[in-house]
C-alpha cells in the first residue's frame, strides 16, 4: 500500500503563512504563539515544515529575540501583499453582491461620550450586524490581540511595533482643568500646577489616560503624589466643580458632559511629550475592512466636534488635529 504524496511546498506555504509572519512580527516562538493561541510546539513545527520545503532558514534562532533572514524577508514581503490584494478582492466581491460587512469594534471612553451614538448612526446601512464595546486602551487592546474584536480606536501608546495596521485618527492637546475661582493666568505649566494648592484629581494610573499623563508629568520632571486615583470622568468633574481639586484631561472627553464650563477654568498644557494621538488599529495577522469605515466615520464627524471645542475654549483654536488619513 503506497503512502500519500507529501504536500508541495506552494500547499505548505499557505498551510503556515499565518504563523510564518506572526514569527516576523514578533520576532520570538513564544509571543507568535501566545498571538495566535496555539503552542510553541505548534509554531516550531510549522516554521521547521516550511523552511524543509523551501530548503532555506528563515530565522536565526542563536539571537535573541529571533533574526528574519533575507529570505524571510522577501517571502513577507510577498505574502503582506497578496494578503492586501486578497483583502481588496474580498470588498470588491462584496460591494458587487451588495453583501455588508459585519463589524466588531471597540473605542475608549472620551470618544465613546462624545461620538458614540453619532458614529453608530452613521454606520446605519453600511453594515449587516454591528457589536460595539468600550473600554480602556490597553483592555481593548487585549481583545484585539486575542481576535475577539476586530478593530479599536485607542491611545497610541499601546501600539506595539509592526503588529498593527494603523488609521492616525486625531491629536489633541492635554488641558487643565480647575475651578472657575483660579486666577486666568497664562501658561500654566506643569510645575506651576504642582504648587497651585489643590490636590490633583487623577485617573488611575493602569488606565489609558492615567499612563499618558504619569508619562507626561516624568518628562516634565513633576512629581505629583496619587493622593486621588478616580477612573469616571463625570465625578472629577464633579468634584473640581466644587472646588475640591483639577485635573488633567483632554478636549473631546469633555464634550461627552454636560457641565456649566462658566465653572470652570480650562487652560491649555502647552508642554512637550503633552499631546495625546488617538488611532485606530487592527492586527496584520486579522485585517478587517472595518478599520477604514471606522477611521473615515471617525474624523468626519470630528469636524463639528472640534468646532464646538473651539467656540467653547477659543484658546485651542488649531490645536486639534484631525488626521487626513491615508490612501
Known amino acids: 500500500m503506497g503512502s500519500s504524496a507529501a504536500p508541495d ?40 515544515l516550511l523552511e524543509s520545503a523551501l530548503s532555506v532558514e528563515l530565522f536565526d534562532r542563536t539571537t535573541r529575540p529571533l533574526t528574519v533572514t533575507s529570505e524571510a524577508k522577501l517571502l513577507r514581503s510577498s505574502l503582506e501583499g497578496a494578503r492586501k490584494k486578497l483583502g481588496e478582492a474580498i470588498l470588491a466581491i462584496q460591494e458587487e453582491n451588495s453583501k455588508l460587512p459585519d463589524i466588531n469594534f471597540g473605542m475608549i471612553e472620551s470618544f465613546t461620550q462624545t461620538m458614540g451614538a453619532d458614529l453608530l448612526v452613521s454606520l446605519r446601512g453600511r453594515t449587516h450586524r454591528t457589536i460595539f464595546r468600550q473600554g480602556a486602551s490597553d483592555y481593548l487592546m487585549h481583545m484585539l490581540r486575542r481576535r475577539e474584536i476586530e478593530t479599536v480606536v485607542v491611545l497610541d501608546n499601546f501600539q506595539r511595533g509592526d503588529e498593527c495596521m494603523c488609521e492616525p485618527i486625531m491629536d489633541e492637546p492635554m488641558v487643565a482643568v480647575m475651578p ?28 489609558g489616560i492615567g499612563l499618558h499623563i504619569a508619562a507626561a508629568m516624568d518628562a516634565a520632571g513633576v512629581d505629583l503624589p496619587e493622593q486621588y486615583g478616580i477612573d469616571n470622568k ?51 495577522s486579522n485585517p478587517s475592512s472595518a478599520l477604514k469605515l471606522i477611521a473615515e466615520n471617525c474624523r468626519r464627524l470630528l469636524v463639528p466636534k472640534v468646532g464646538q471645542i473651539e467656540r467653547i475654549w477659543p484658546e485651542l483654536r488649531g490645536r486639534i488635529r484631525i488626521h487626513p488619513g491615508s490612501d
Open 180 to 207: 472657575a475661582s483660579f486666577a486666568a493666568g497664562s501658561p500654566w505649566t506643569l510645575q506651576r500646577l504642582s504648587r497651585c494648592g489643590l490636590p490633583v484629581l487623577s485617573s488611575p494610573r493602569d488606565t
Open 234 to 284: 463625570a465625578v472629577v468633574l464633579s468634584l473640581v466643580e466644587r472646588g475640591f481639586g483639577w485635573c488633567l484631561t483632554f478636549p473631546l472627553g469633555l464634550l461627552g458632559h454636560r457641565m456649566d464650563w462658566s465653572r470652570f477654568c480650562i487652560k491649555l498644557v502647552n508642554e512637550p511629550g503633552t499631546t495625546r494621538h488617538i488611532v485606530g488599529l487592527a492586527m496584520r
Open 9 to 48: 511546498c506552494e500547499t505548505v506555504l499557505m498551510r503556515s503563512a499565518e504563523t510564518f509572519l506572526a514569527v516576523c512580527r514578533t520576532r520570538s516562538f513564544h509571543e507568535a504563539a501566545a498571538e495566535l493561541g496555539v503552542t510553541q510546539s505548534a509554531v516550531s513545527q510549522k516554521i521547521a
